[in-house]
C-alpha cells in the first residue's frame, strides 16, 4: 500500500493550491478516504472524507466553504482543493485510507502547506 | 461535536516499564476507538482499532481496552522503539482525534 502526496508549497493569505494524493498497491476504488492535517508541533486534524464512489463528502466546520475534496478512481487519485487559505492552515497534510469510513489504516508521508505574507 | 481527551499529556518512562494512556471521550462510542503511533517526522501508524483489536504487524506488548466512554492503551513493557506520541481517534460520528500523548524516556 502506497499513499504519495505531493503539491504543497508556501503560498500567500488568500492564495489558492490543489494537493493529490496518488494510491497504489490497493483497488483505490474500493476505499473512503480522508486528508488529515497536522499543524506544526501540534496534534492530528482530519479535514474531510468522501466515499469509495465519491457520492458521499464531508467537511470539518474549519475548512467547510473553503476545501473541496475529490477523487478519480480511474487515475487512482485523491486530491484537495483549497481557496482562501489561512496562515492557520499551515500544516503538513496527509492522505488516508479508511474502509467504508472507518479508522485510517493506510497514511502517506505528508506534504507541507505554508500559509505566510 | 465528539471531544477527546487523553491523559497524561506526557509521560516518561523506562525501557521494560508497562505503561498506559487513558482516552475519554465527551459522549459514547461505543467501541469505535483507533490508536495510533507517530514518531518525529514520520506519518501516523495504526496500532489498535475497534477499542481492542490489534493491527496485523502490530506487537502484542500494545493491548487497548475499553467501550463507551473511556479507554486505554497499554503497552506492557516499554522497548526502545516506543518512544514517541500516541493518538486516540473516534470515528462513531465524523472523526476526532485526541490531543496526544508524548511517551518519553525517563
Known amino acids: 500500500v502506497q499513499l504519495l502526496e505531493s503539491g504543497g508549497g508556501l503560498l500567500q493569505p488568500g492564495g489558492s493550491l490543489r494537493l493529490s494524493c496518488a494510491a497504489s498497491?490497493?483497488?483505490?476504488?474500493?476505499?473512503?478516504m480522508s486528508w488529515i492535517r497536522q499543524a506544526p508541533g501540534k496534534g492530528l486534524e482530519w479535514v474531510s472524507y468522501?466515499?469509495?464512489?465519491?457520492?458521499?463528502?464531508y467537511y470539518a466546520d474549519s475548512v467547510k466553504g473553503r476545501f473541496t475534496i475529490s477523487r478519480d478512481n480511474a487515475k487512482n487519485s485523491l486530491y484537495l482543493q483549497m481557496n482562501s487559505l489561512r496562515a492557520e492552515d499551515t500544516a503538513v497534510y496527509y492522505c488516508?485510507?479508511?474502509?467504508?469510513?472507518?479508522?485510517?489504516?493506510?497514511w502517506g508521508q505528508g506534504t507541507l502547506v505554508t500559509v505566510s505574507s | 461535536d465528539i471531544q477527546m481527551t487523553q491523559s497524561p499529556s506526557t509521560l516518561s518512562a523506562s525501557v521494560g516499564d508497562r505503561v498506559t494512556i487513558t482516552c475519554r471521550a465527551s459522549?459514547?462510542?461505543?467501541?469505535?476507538l483507533a490508536w495510533y503511533q507517530q514518531k518525529p517526522g514520520g506519518a501516523p501508524k495504526l496500532l489498535i482499532y475497534?477499542?481492542?483489536s490489534l493491527e496485523s504487524g502490530v506487537p502484542s506488548r500494545f493491548s487497548g481496552s475499553g467501550s463507551g466512554t473511556e479507554f486505554t492503551l497499554t503497552i506492557s513493557s516499554l522497548q526502545p522503539d516506543d518512544f514517541a506520541t500516541y493518538y486516540c481517534?473516534?470515528?462513531?460520528?465524523?472523526?476526532?482525534f485526541g490531543q496526544g500523548t508524548k511517551l518519553e524516556i525517563k
Open positions: 498497491g490497493f483497488t483505490f476504488s474500493d476505499y473512503y
Open positions: 488516508a485510507k479508511s474502509d467504508s469510513g472507518s479508522y485510517f489504516e493506510g
Open positions: 475497534k477499542a481492542s
Open positions: 459522549q459514547s462510542i461505543s467501541s469505535w
Open positions: 481517534q473516534e470515528y462513531n460520528s465524523l472523526y476526532t
Open positions: 468522501i466515499s469509495s464512489s465519491g457520492s458521499t463528502i
